[in-house]
C-alpha cells in the first residue's frame, strides 16, 4: 500500500503505517517506500528481524516515532545495519518526536509504574496539530536530502495542509465535551487533548500490566457511580476483560483503528482519524 516507485531518488525506511502515510502523501512517487512494521502488530512488542536489517541498510533515511516506541528493536537494525546515512546524529536518522509536543512526561519513572514511556506518550498520531508538525518536518527533511524536489515536496505539504485545515472544521463539530470513557491503554491521549473526550480510567492498571479480578471489580463500581457507558479499545488488546465490563456495566465497546492499515477502510491517515471520530460519535 505504501510502497514507492523502483525509481525513487531516496529510499525512505519508516517504522510504522502511519509515518508511511505522511511520507507517500509528501514524496509521492519520487520516494521509494518501506513500511517495517505491520499495522496487525502492536508497536510495542516488535522484534528486529533480517528483513528489517536489509530494508535499513539500504535506506537514504530513516523515519520513526521516537519517544522509545521503538526501543526494542530499532537500535539492533540501526547499527547491525551498518548504514552511516541513519546513524544517531546524521542527516538520515530521523526522530519524528522531535516536531510534536509531548504529553504525559513522568518526573520520575520505576519498574512499579509499569510499561511507562519516560520521554512522555509515543501516541501522538492521534493529534492533528502534531500530524501538521511532523508532515512539515518530513517535508523539510526530504527536501534537503533532495533539493532537486524540494519544490515538489513542499507543493504537497501546502496541498496536505489544506486537505487538513479543511478536515479539521468537519471534524470539530463532532462533540466530546463531557463524554466521559474508559479505555484499555493509555493509547488516545492526544485524541482526547484534542477534541475534548476525557478518558476517566483504563482497563490496565498501569501500562502493559494486566488487570486483576479485584481492579476489575473497582472500575465496574466506578464505572457504574460515575455512569460511564463507552469503553473504548483496539483489536490489538484482549477481549476478555472489556467484555466482561461490558457485561456487568452496560458499557458499549467501541473498537478504534490503532494504525493506517489496521482495518480495511483505513488507506491513510486522514481516513484513520475519520473513522476513529466516527466510531466514537
Known amino acids: 500500500m505504501f510502497m514507492g516507485t523502483a525509481f525513487g531518488e531516496l529510499r525512505v525506511v519508516v517504522t510504522l503505517p502511519w509515518i508511511g502515510s505522511l511520507v507517500n502523501e509528501i514524496g509521492k512517487y519520487r520516494v521509494h517506500l518501506d513500511v517495517i512494521v505491520k499495522a496487525t502488530q502492536d508497536p510495542h512488542f516488535v522484534e528486529a528481524k533480517p528483513s528489517m536489517i536489509l ?34 546524529g546524521m542527516a538520515g536518522n530521523v ?20 510499561d511507562v514511556h519516560p520521554f ?89 500490566i494486566p488487570p486483576s479480578v479485584a481492579y476489575i471489580g473497582r472500575l465496574i463500581e466506578k464505572m457504574k457511580e460515575e455512569r460511564i457507558h463507552t469503553v473504548i479499545t483496539t483489536s490489538l488488546y484482549p477481549r476478555k476483560e472489556v467484555d466482561f465490563i461490558a457485561d456487568k456495566t452496560g458499557a458499549r465497546v467501541i473498537v478504534l483503528p490503532h494504525d493506517v492499515g489496521s482495518m480495511p477502510e483505513i488507506v491513510d491517515w486522514f481516513t484513520l482519524m475519520d473513522t476513529v471520530l466516527t466510531r466514537l460519535q
Not at 69 to 78: A, H, S
Not at 163 to 189: C, P, R, T
Open 55 to 88: 530494508a535499513v541498510r539500504k535506506a537514504d533515511v530513516l523515519m520513526y516515532n521516537g519517544l522509545d516506541l521503538e526501543i526494542g528493536y530499532l537500535p539492533v537494525l540501526i547499527e547491525s545495519s551498518r548504514n552511516q546515512k541513519i546513524q544517531s
Open 120 to 208: 512522555g506518550n509515543p501516541h501522538y498520531h492521534f493529534s492533528p496539530k502534531n500530524i501538521e508538525r511532523v508532515a512539515a518536518g518530513i517535508t523539510e527533511v526530504l527536501s534537503r536530502l533532495d533539493t532537486g524536489n524540494a519544490d515538489f515536496f513542499r507543493k504537497n505539504m501546502a496541498v496536505f495542509s489544506s486537505k487538513l485545515h479543511g478536515k479539521e472544521s468537519a471534524w470539530k463539530a463532532k462533540h466530546f465535551h463531557g463524554k466521559k470513557v474508559i479505555a484499555y491503554h493509555k493509547l488516545f491521549e492526544y485524541l482526547a487533548a484534542d477534541f475534548g473526550l476525557t478518558i476517566s480510567g483504563y482497563v490496565e492498571p498501569k501500562p502493559g
Open 95 to 114: 526522530d519524528c518526536s522531535r516536531y510534536v509536543k509531548v504529553i504525559d512526561h513522568p518526573d520520575k519513572v520505576d519498574r512499579s509504574m509499569g
